[in-house]
């Protein structure tokens, strides 16, 4: 028991190391600035046959769609292993992960909807299976988030902890939501020889680096909080 104990926390060293290193925070912005320059300097602003700036979203909006599931799954297995090891470490690195998960899945709606507009003519589309599955994961982590938050201080994270592991069932049936069920908008793109996004892969490439480091410098930097809150917290508890 000791011996995995110790395994756990060098994890948990090399972990935080490697969210607040130089080369994440220095990739963050190199590849931000790339994916800029090649958003508005090289990727086309014809989609699906019509020609408008606001196509250019769509490489951020896939971007972020695609790094919120990954920060949702980090979410569901901190979860797991606050269950296991009753670490503090793992359910905060659960709950900063939907944090930011569900920033970007917010950002990812808003975008969504503004990318949505110039292609279909349309803010929203009820019909659309993947709007509908991604609104549904959006409800399940702002929950988790309100069931963190109101359990945190009691030290009940365990709590939040279930509902993250099982809320997060939601996430793979969003992603292949256009397999099982037949999309209104939104086509399959992996796989799919027929699709008829005019996306430039390099461009989206550069920009889902870009994304990931921005959630592994914003993870780092939203443990060191946490960290941060129970030192306040412990030093403003009276001492028996």
């Known amino acids: 028991m000791k011996g995995l104990?110790?395994?756990?926390?060098?994890?948990?060293?090399?972990?935080?190391?490697?969210?607040?290193?130089?080369?994440?925070?220095?990739?963050t912005l190199v590849f931000g600035v790339a994916s800029l320059v090649l958003v508005f300097g090289v990727a086309?602003?014809?989609?699906?046959?019509i020609e408008h700036g606001?196509?250019?979203?769509?490489?951020?909006?896939?971007?972020?769609?695609?790094?919120?599931?990954?920060?949702?799954?980090?979410?569901f297995l901190g979860s797991v292993?606050?269950?296991?090891?009753?670490?503090?470490?793992?359910?905060?690195?659960?709950?900063?992960?939907?944090?930011?998960g569900f920033l970007f899945a917010t950002l990812t709606l808003v975008l969504g909807s503004m990318w949505g507009k110039v292609i279909w003519n349309s803010w929203w589309e009820w019909t659309d299976v993947r709007l509908i599955t991604f609104l549904v994961v959006w409800f399940?982590?702002?929950?988790?988030?309100?069931?963190y938050s109101s359990t945190e201080r009691d030290g009940e994270e365990r709590y939040a902890a279930v509902y993250g592991v099982i809320g997060f069932v939601t996430v793979p049936i969003s992603y292949v939501s256009t397999?099982?069920?037949t999309?209104?908008?939104?086509?399959?793109?992996?796989?799919?020889?027929?699709?008829?996004?005019?996306?430039?892969?390099?461009?989206?490439?550069v920009s889902l680096v870009a994304a990931s480091l921005l959630y592994l410098y914003l993870l780092g930097l939203r443990i060191e909080m946490h960290e941060l809150e129970d030192k306040i917290l412990r030093l403003h508890t009276p001492r028996r």
Do not use: C
């Open 5 to 27: 104990s110790s395994v756990v926390g060098r994890l948990t060293g090399v972990l935080h190391r490697t969210m607040t290193s130089r080369p994440v925070k220095w990739g």
């Open 44 to 49: 086309s602003k014809t989609m699906y046959g």
């Open 54 to 75: 606001g196509n250019l979203l769509a490489y951020w909006h896939i971007a972020l769609a695609w790094v919120a599931a990954a920060a949702f799954g980090t979410t």
């Open 81 to 100: 292993l606050h269950l296991r090891y009753r670490g503090r470490y793992w359910a905060r690195l659960a709950h900063s992960s939907g944090e930011i």
């Open 140 to 147: 399940i982590y702002a929950g988790y988030l309100l069931i």
């Open 179 to 181: 397999r099982l069920w």
């Open 183 to 205: 999309p209104t908008f939104h086509e399959t793109t992996l796989g799919n020889p027929q699709v008829s996004a005019n996306i430039d892969p390099t461009t989206l490439v």
